[in-house]
């Protein structure tokens, strides 16, 4: 079978090409891609190219697909997992394996396996790590979210808070505490807010900082303040660029208590900085955002460490409860991961937008790579309605849906371009 897919040889080399795949083993699965988001690690792969740990060292010769945030529908079973997996089933899947200490994974550093192409073979390992899951939602484009908000999820879990008494760690953010989630207005942020005000370690407020008006605009209209409000939540979003004394302006938010659980969606010293200093007693700060500079530091206050009980981790990707989770949330309507999206193209717009991404304004790049269309985004389907009727239509079916992508558009866009679901 043939497939169409943007392959990386190098450091800033990405091609859409169409090749052969090769005949699927007996422990593997074909399956045709439906929907792939752009995330941030892709830009961080093909920037440093051989030199990233996840890609192999023969990529010029055996270039990879890449892309890891997809879904779509199995096409082939091989023998080993016919009971199973079977075809015409939807799945959604998690990039992020250990398998026997590798760090192989899906769209960085397989040949035939990836998100941004027409069909791909999963190789054994990720059934063999159950990492292909089933899944029945209305629309692909909330599975291939699913992967970006399980890292999300991961966070809230990972996070934790101890007891003196025993010294036992409480999982999780700090039920009736203060968060604060800087850098919160991009996609990734959006989607911290949009799990956070349902978490079942339900915090006292949320605190969203962000420097740009724009990006906190659209932050309340997708997420209004009020919708935190009715949860028993104080949801605030601030611009600390606008503010004398931001560490004070902020403390004065939590009464002077501080943050019980601090995020830093974005990989500035300054901002890490700033998260440490605003920490509560037994506070514990999550650097979510990952440098593309592996010699990143930042200035940490160790006596707070000592004598406050202050504590810092990281977090990277999820695990596969932490998906299953995050698909169960969106289907049941808890999540919107349809708030991190702000542009959809084609799969012949990935290789663009990936090589571009920091310079494209605006949340989540979200793909359907059964079509060519170049990415557009949202807020430009009004006009171009006014002389496309397909954009007139997915104009119409976003505004319905408060200016969100959604799966009656998917399904707009689908029909228009005649692909089978």
Not at 99 to 104: E, N
Not at 175 to 197: E, F, H, K, Q
Not at 279 to 293: I, K, V
Request: hydrophobic fraction near 35%; proline fraction near 5%; include cysteine.
């Amino acid at each position: 079978m043939k497939t169409r897919a943007v392959r990386m040889y190098g450091k800033e080399d990405l091609r859409l090409e169409e090749f052969e795949l090769p005949k699927i083993k007996d422990d593997e699965i074909l399956v045709k891609v439906m929907s792939d988001s752009i995330c941030m690690s892709t830009y961080k792969l093909v920037e440093q190219g051989k030199k990233h740990k996840r890609a192999p060292q023969n990529i010029d010769t055996n270039p990879v697909i890449v892309g890891h945030e997809f879904a779509g529908v199995i096409v082939e079973v091989g023998e080993k997992w016919k009971d199973q997996f079977k075809p015409g089933q939807k799945f959604a899947q998690q990039p992020a394996l250990n398998y026997k200490g590798r760090l192989d994974s899906p769209g960085y550093s397989y040949e035939f396996c990836g998100g941004a192409c027409t069909y791909c073979i999963m190789p054994h390992e990720v059934m063999e790590l159950g990492c292909l899951l089933n899944y029945d939602g209305d629309s692909f484009f909330e599975a291939s979210l699913g992967e970006p908000m399980s890292c999300i999820i991961g966070g809230y879990h990972a996070n934790y808070h101890t007891n003196k008494k025993n010294y036992n760690h409480a999982m999780g953010t700090k039920v009736d505490g203060n968060i604060l989630i800087m850098g919160g207005c991009g996609p990734m942020g959006l989607g911290a807010v949009s799990y956070g005000l349902q978490f079942e370690n339900k915090p006292k407020r949320i605190v969203v900082t962000d420097i740009s008006d724009d990006r906190i605009e659209r932050a309340k209209s997708v997420i209004p303040e009020e919708k935190g409000a009715e949860k028993g939540i104080e949801l605030k979003y601030v611009n600390t660029a606008k503010m004398e004394d931001p560490i004070k302006e902020l403390m004065d938010l939590t009464e002077g208590h501080g943050f019980d659980d601090v995020f830093v969606y974005v990989p500035i010293k300054e901002v890490a900085e700033m998260g440490d200093k605003l920490l509560a007693f037994d506070g514990c700060m999550n650097f979510f955002a990952g440098p593309t500079n592996n010699q990143f530091s930042a200035e940490i206050n160790l006596y707070n460490c000592h004598y406050t009980s202050t504590h810092i981790l990281g977090t990277t990707g999820g695990n596969n409860d932490d998906l299953i989770e995050a698909n169960d949330l969106a289907a049941k309507g808890l999540i919107e991961p349809a708030v991190m999206v702000t542009h959809v193209g084609g799969i012949d717009s990935i290789a663009d937008a990936t090589l571009n991404l920091p310079n494209i304004p605006g949340g989540k790049k979200l793909t359907y790579t059964q079509i060519d269309m170049p990415l557009t985004a949202i807020d430009d389907f009004e006009e171009l309605g006014k002389t496309n009727p397909l954009f007139a239509k997915l104009d119409a079916s976003c505004k319905a849906h408060r200016g969100l992508w959604n799966a009656e558009a998917e399904k707009i866009l689908f029909d228009h371009f005649g692909v089978e679901y």
